[in-house]
């Protein structure tokens, strides 16, 4: 990398001196309600950028824009910085999407005890690094991808007890990605596909019987107070296509070499603090449940074993979609590659899988320094 923070200044006063350029006051509109680790660890992000730089960020949680308006609105200028899900939009990342759609992988296989951690670092890595057309995407959108982050294992979360194919059927499911809605739909079930916000009040109104989310949700979004039952070993996978902070292309050309960096460095720092939130935060939350009376249920042999097959199959049918759907080239190739940066990272984020700073030293040193602030975005 040609400018790195270390070239602004002697190490020993490193820190106490601010990044000085292009100086604006930038708003970071995120759809998360405020109050949980996630908007927590934005606003721990934007407090790093403010600190570190002359770029004033103010974070608005939920207030500004919701998830299904980020794209438009940061695309727009409505916003600076956007908390951006990629699967809400198939056709506008295709490329990115093929990656995210292949999170179930992180569960099966070789097992890891932080699969969030995984998807994390090994999207990270595809899109920053390896996946040309993965950065055309945002570009087109004019915003630029610096960070990610993702859930713990998905559970079916359920207003009844579901262990076995059977209990599976019929029953109407939220799914968050299309890989999701389609293993519902090959176990008898029917997909139903709202944001996460909807969640609440669908299974509330008894609109849907379940929510394939992860257990921190239960405290997020509030679950806690309308699940029964929580399915262990199913479906497996995790959430994995955000961009924590999406950054509108034509702030991030104002910016200095300088701020890029710092703000680089925010992305990191807020990629590790979700995906490690969710690990810990899954604890407190699995308590909780308990606590309230919810019933924790094994997923039985046969729905074990159906899942496993589902996943190997899928790849198949992931693949043939995004030839046929959304005219991505090379494939096979990509989802080779895809795979083999999860099985990577599988084998190197079980030491951080509780240790956010641990995990932002890894991500910056696998990815991040790698990253050429003169040139990324800007291709």
Not at 185 to 212: H, P
Not at 221 to 227: A, F, H, K, Q, T
Not at 276 to 289: I, P, S
Request: proline share 3%; net charge negative; aromatic share 8%.
């Amino acid at each position: 990398m040609k400018f790195t923070f270390v070239n602004l200044a002697a190490a020993a006063t490193l820190s106490l001196l601010p990044v000085t350029g292009f100086a604006q006051s930038l708003s970071w509109a995120s759809g998360w309600p405020p109050g949980g680790f996630i908007p927590n660890a934005v606003d721990k992000a934007a407090a790093y950028i403010s600190e570190n730089s002359d770029l004033e960020v103010k974070h608005f949680p939920l207030s500004l824009l919701s998830f299904t308006e980020t794209v438009a609105g940061l695309r727009d200028g409505v916003v600076d910085i956007g908390y951006v899900l990629m699967p809400y939009f198939p056709a506008e990342f295709s490329e990115t999407n093929l990656a995210s759609d292949l999170t179930m992988l992180a569960t099966s296989g070789i097992v890891t005890e932080a699969p969030g951690l995984a998807m994390t670092g090994a999207l990270a890595e595809y899109i920053m690094l390896d996946c040309a057309g993965c950065r055309s995407e945002f570009t087109a959108q004019n915003q630029v991808y610096l960070a990610g982050g993702a859930t713990t294992e998905y559970r079916n979360q359920c207003d009844r007890s579901v262990s076995t194919i059977a209990d599976m059927k019929g029953l109407k499911i939220r799914n968050g990605a299309a890989n999701f809605g389609r293993y519902a739909e090959k176990l008898g079930a029917v997909k139903v596909a709202i944001s996460g916000g909807e969640i609440y009040e669908a299974m509330s109104a008894n609109a849907i019987d379940c929510a394939m989310v992860a257990i921190p949700e239960l405290l997020s979004l509030r679950l806690i107070e309308v699940v029964k039952s929580i399915t262990m070993g199913a479906p497996g996978g995790v959430f994995a296509g955000t961009g924590s902070a999406n950054v509108n292309l034509d702030v991030w050309k104002e910016m200095t070499p300088e701020q890029r960096e710092v703000v680089l460095h925010a992305a990191s720092q807020l990629s590790a603090d979700i995906a490690v939130g969710y690990v810990l935060t899954e604890k407190d939350a699995m308590q909780q449940a308990k606590d309230a009376g919810i019933e924790f249920i094994d997923a039985a042999p046969d729905l074990v074993a159906a899942t496993e097959a589902f996943v190997k199959e899928d790849i198949g049918t992931i693949g043939e979609q995004y030839k046929t759907s959304y005219n991505v080239d090379d494939v096979d190739g990509k989802i080779e590659k895809i795979t083999a940066l999860i099985e990577k990272w599988k084998g190197l984020v079980g030491p951080v899988a509780e240790d956010a700073a641990g995990f932002d030293k890894l991500l910056w040193d696998q990815i991040y320094s790698k990253i050429d602030v003169n040139s990324y975005g800007l291709e």
